[in-house]
């Protein structure tokens, strides 16, 4: 399904000709997306990871606002180890440390408005409360995409909030046109919590209803990466905003700076046309 093997991409090379997508799996901890996947759980991300595994990364936010505004800004989680292989993306700055050869650079506020201006149509498909266009807040995100989608179905509290998500994604890109190139974000909120609803009598949340959460999620992303080939070629981003601690050291939740919270799964790969 994807081309090659785990290799960097150089966003040179695929910006313009090949539709983007972009998943956050939203409070998704390194360790449990690792182990989820190893247990054979995600059979249809697995397809879509270079050589099936997902990287540990860092990320740039310990919730979901300022992580996602790093993102759109072109700060994606970066390497966990010392070696940088330079950003995917940038938005032009006074001085671009992190800029190399294989960096796309816009010339725009955010990476979303210059993939508009170079003719993408831009789609959100919100999942948690920071997408929701229910508040001035919540419309600050989906505010930088053309389109923006949000329902209680798609929220944290619906247990098929990934299939509802699919649903629309396959709508989009059914209605996409030839010519035109597809820029499309998914914030998966099954993997945020309340997620003890995928282990069945449990009533909280844990590090193994998280693990289930993605499995779950897995079983859901599998339509959407099927149908991709019919459109085009892509540009593949997968990864979390950020973790969540589940009592260790005593923490629960995110919005803290541990380990837990900072280490999050992440990839990026190519996707051939049909």
């Not at 966003?11 to 939203?26: M, Q």
């Not at 950003?87 to 508009?116: M, Q």
């Not at 709508?171 to 046109?177: N, P, R, T």
């Not at 593949?236 to 380990?259: K, T």
Request: hydrophobic share 35%.
């Amino acid at each position: 399904m994807t081309e090659g093997t785990a290799s960097v991409i150089n966003a040179n090379k695929v910006i313009g000709s090949h539709n983007v997508l972009f998943v956050t799996f939203d409070s998704l901890r390194y360790d449990v997306a690792r182990a989820t996947t190893h247990a054979g759980r995600t059979p249809n991300l697995e397809e879509v990871l270079p050589n099936g595994l997902w990287e540990e990364r860092r990320t740039q936010g310990s919730f979901t606002l300022p992580a996602h505004v790093s993102f759109f800004s072109g700060f994606l989680p970066v390497p966990s180890g010392p070696n940088r292989p330079g950003r995917l993306l940038a938005c032009y700055a006074v001085r671009g440390t992190t800029i190399t050869d294989r960096t796309f650079v816009f010339d725009a506020p955010d990476i979303v408005t210059g993939l508009s201006g170079l003719g993408y149509r831009t789609v959100c498909i919100g999942g948690v409360g920071f997408f929701s266009n229910r508040t001035k807040l919540g419309r600050v995100l989906p505010g930088l995409f053309q389109e923006s989608h949000w329902s209680p179905e798609t929220g944290t509290d619906n247990p098929e909030s990934t299939r509802h998500q699919v649903d629309i994604a396959l709508k989009v890109i059914g209605g996409q046109k030839a010519n035109q190139p597809l820029f499309l974000f998914l914030n998966v909120s099954a993997t945020h919590t309340p997620h003890h609803v995928y282990l069945p009598g449990e009533t909280a949340d844990s590090w193994e209803s998280q693990c289930a959460a993605l499995a779950y999620t897995d079983t859901e992303l599998g339509r959407l990466f099927h149908a991709m080939p019919g459109a085009g070629p892509w540009l593949v981003i997968l990864c979390a905003d950020h973790g969540d601690a589940f009592g260790e050291d005593g923490h629960h939740g995110h919005g803290i700076a541990h380990p837990c919270v900072w280490s999050v799964p992440y990839a990026e790969a190519l996707m051939r046309a049909e």
